[in-house]
């Protein structure tokens, strides 16, 4: 069945390896994107007329591009068009990251108008000030909100890394690829092997993630 | 007499724009007293209501507590608040909270009390309203019946000066409706100083000293309930409590 490729030489160590940049890419923007997006997520929330404009152009820009175009433009168009010489780890992070941001600020946006105005009336009512209502009231609520949703993008973004190898960079498809390639003569079927261990290794980094995320979800349901 | 006076609105009035909502109401609420407001929807009771404790900004007139105005300050508004307790159609209890915890949350942040106080207290009166069972449990877990007896305890709990109560069982489904007021007719009795806007006139007439009668932004008649119910001084009280009679006629 083509298992047996793996247990030539560190072949599956290289896998392990090649798991671990998807995952370091992605752990990067998610945490680049969560920033971002808490900021941009309360800009939006203000209402204010332009920037609400501005940054729903934004939102719909990254929603409609796919994301392999978006990496293709930053990492090869950016280096003859502005003479920009671009890590391809870093035009990743930045791709992701725009596209996280923006995810992230949608979310934070709607968490943050989900709250009630009652809920800082009858915090208000009790003699709470401003900052003890936020504090106590409302930033405890929006963060239980957010964070089963925030899960769901970091499985998200984990899984759309595997885009990254078309820019070059030898993650965890890449390198079953290039098992499978050298052993081409002994192991002709070693590509239903390697990627079915890929499967299961992408199921091991996103399952015990969504599967908090649904724990999280249900304990803190309203 | 005058002594005794708790909370006094001298011509308040609230507009939003060019809207006016109501002009120069006055009113006067003695300590024990309960005054209960009534009128049809839109009458501008609730918005009443809500400039006594100051979530709606007033453009013309004063509210007194014991004498002293009311600021629009928001610092020594949170102070004012502290003794004008208030309850909702909505009962908004804090849902990432426990029952228990909903009602530690203000005495212990906002007048520094002892935590293990505050608890024995709350489970007294948790007791009292038959919900001493639910403490540990979370408001979404809970009847709307009982979210607001909770929200009630919630008030109270702050030992307010006044109690204002805006159509709290508006809400709520018919069954429920009674185990609610329930808990309002015994505060009447023990003597607690509220303002209640509500659609139920069979409680008006039970908790109530006073009765006032809004319409179209003016108090149109105010008086003393069987007065009020069974002799009704003007044409547009006796419409609107008609409104609330099925007789056949």
Same mark, same amino acid.
């Given at each position: 069945?083509?298992?047996?490729?793996?247990?030539? &030489?560190?072949? !599956?160590?290289?896998?392990?390896?090649? %798991?671990?940049?998807? @995952?370091?890419?992605? /752990?990067?923007? +998610?945490? #680049?994107?969560?920033?971002?997006?808490?900021?941009? &997520?309360?800009? !939006?929330?203000?209402?204010?007329?332009? %920037?609400?404009?501005? @940054?729903?152009?934004? /939102?719909?820009? +990254?929603? #409609?591009?796919?994301?392999?175009?978006?990496?293709?433009?930053?990492?090869?168009?950016?280096?003859?068009?502005?003479?920009?010489?671009?890590?391809?780890?870093?035009?990743?992070?930045?791709?992701?990251?725009?596209?996280?941001?923006?995810?992230?600020?949608?979310?934070?946006?709607?968490?943050?108008?989900?709250?009630?105005?009652?809920?800082?009336?009858?915090?208000?009512?009790?003699?709470?000030?401003?900052?003890?209502?936020?504090?106590?009231?409302?930033?405890?609520?929006?963060?239980?909100?957010?964070?089963?949703?925030?899960?769901?993008?970091?499985?998200?973004?984990?899984?759309?890394?595997?885009?990254?190898?078309?820019?070059?960079?030898?993650?965890?498809?890449?390198?079953?690829?290039?098992?499978?390639?050298?052993?081409?003569?002994?192991?002709?079927?070693?590509?239903?092997?390697?990627?079915?261990?890929?499967?299961?290794?992408?199921?091991?980094?996103?399952?015990?993630?969504?599967?908090?995320?649904?724990?999280?979800?249900?304990?803190?349901?309203? | 007499?005058?002594?005794?006076?708790?909370?006094?609105?001298?011509?308040?009035?609230?507009?939003?724009?060019?809207?006016?909502?109501?002009?120069?109401?006055?009113?006067?609420?003695?300590?024990?007293?309960?005054?209960?407001?009534?009128?049809?929807?839109?009458?501008?009771?609730?918005?009443?209501?809500?400039?006594?404790?100051?979530?709606?900004?007033?453009?013309?007139?004063?509210?007194?507590?014991?004498?002293?105005?009311?600021?629009?300050?928001?610092?020594?508004?949170?102070?004012?608040?502290?003794?004008?307790?208030?309850?909702?159609?909505?009962?908004?209890?804090?849902?990432?909270?426990?029952?228990?915890?909903?009602?530690?949350?203000?005495?212990?942040?906002?007048?520094?009390?002892?935590?293990?106080?505050?608890?024995?207290?709350?489970?007294?009166?948790?007791?009292?309203?038959?919900?001493?069972?639910?403490?540990?449990?979370?408001?979404?877990?809970?009847?709307?019946?009982?979210?607001?007896?909770?929200?009630?305890?919630?008030?109270?709990?702050?030992?307010?000066?006044?109690?204002?109560?805006?159509?709290?069982?508006?809400?709520?489904?018919?069954?429920?409706?009674?185990?609610?007021?329930?808990?309002?007719?015994?505060?009447?009795?023990?003597?607690?100083?509220?303002?209640?806007?509500?659609?139920?006139?069979?409680?008006?007439?039970?908790?109530?000293?006073?009765?006032?009668?809004?319409?179209?932004?003016?108090?149109?008649?105010?008086?003393?309930?069987?007065?009020?119910?069974?002799?009704?001084?003007?044409?547009?009280?006796?419409?609107?409590?008609?409104?609330?009679?099925?007789?056949?006629?």
């Amino acid at each position: 069945m083509g298992f047996e490729v793996l247990l030539k &030489g560190n072949n !599956m160590l290289r896998l392990w390896q090649g %798991l671990l940049v998807a @995952l370091k890419i992605s /752990l990067l923007s +998610v945490v #680049i994107s969560i920033a971002l997006g808490v900021v941009l &997520g309360i800009l !939006m929330a203000l209402k204010l007329p332009v %920037l609400k404009q501005i @940054l729903r152009a934004y /939102l719909e820009v +990254v929603r #409609i591009m796919p994301q392999m175009v978006l990496l293709f433009l930053v990492y090869f168009g950016t280096t003859k068009a502005m003479g920009i010489n671009l890590q391809a780890e870093t035009a990743a992070v930045i791709v992701f990251s725009f596209w996280g941001t923006a995810e992230m600020a949608d979310l934070v946006r709607g968490a943050l108008q989900g709250i009630p105005k009652i809920q800082y009336e009858s915090s208000m009512s009790l003699g709470l000030n401003t900052y003890q209502t936020y504090v106590y009231v409302i930033i405890p609520q929006i963060i239980r909100r957010m964070i089963p949703l925030s899960i769901n993008l970091i499985t998200r973004m984990i899984k759309t890394t595997s885009l990254v190898m078309m820019i070059g960079i030898v993650e965890v498809l890449k390198v079953g690829q290039q098992i499978i390639e050298a052993n081409r003569k002994t192991s002709p079927n070693a590509a239903f092997g390697v990627f079915a261990v890929i499967f299961v290794m992408y199921f091991l980094a996103c399952w015990p993630i969504s599967q908090l995320s649904k724990y999280l979800e249900k304990k803190w349901e309203n | 007499m005058e002594s005794n006076e708790i909370l006094r609105v001298n011509g308040i009035s609230k507009r939003y724009g060019d809207i006016s909502v109501f002009e120069h109401l006055d009113l006067s609420v003695k300590k024990g007293e309960v005054v209960v407001i009534v009128g049809p929807s839109g009458c501008g009771k609730s918005t009443f209501l809500r400039c006594l404790n100051g979530l709606e900004e007033i453009q013309e007139g004063e509210v007194l507590l014991d004498g002293e105005r009311i600021s629009q300050n928001p610092k020594e508004l949170s102070r004012t608040r502290e003794k004008i307790g208030m309850v909702f159609q909505s009962y908004d209890l804090f849902p990432h909270l426990t029952i228990l915890q909903n009602l530690t949350l203000a005495p212990v942040k906002v007048k520094k009390r002892n935590k293990k106080d505050v608890e024995k207290e709350a489970e007294e009166l948790l007791e009292r309203v038959g919900l001493l069972s639910k403490k540990d449990r979370y408001p979404r877990e809970l009847s709307g019946g009982q979210k607001q007896r909770v929200a009630i305890v919630r008030a109270l709990i702050m030992h307010p000066e006044v109690l204002l109560l805006d159509e709290i069982t508006a809400a709520l489904d018919p069954e429920m409706v009674k185990e609610v007021l329930d808990v309002v007719l015994s505060l009447a009795k023990e003597g607690r100083t509220m303002v209640i806007v509500t659609h139920e006139m069979q409680v008006a007439r039970a908790a109530a000293n006073r009765m006032i009668f809004i319409d179209g932004g003016k108090i149109v008649e105010e008086g003393e309930p069987t007065e009020f119910f069974e002799h009704p001084q003007t044409e547009r009280l006796r419409q609107f409590l008609h409104s609330f009679s099925y007789e056949a006629e």
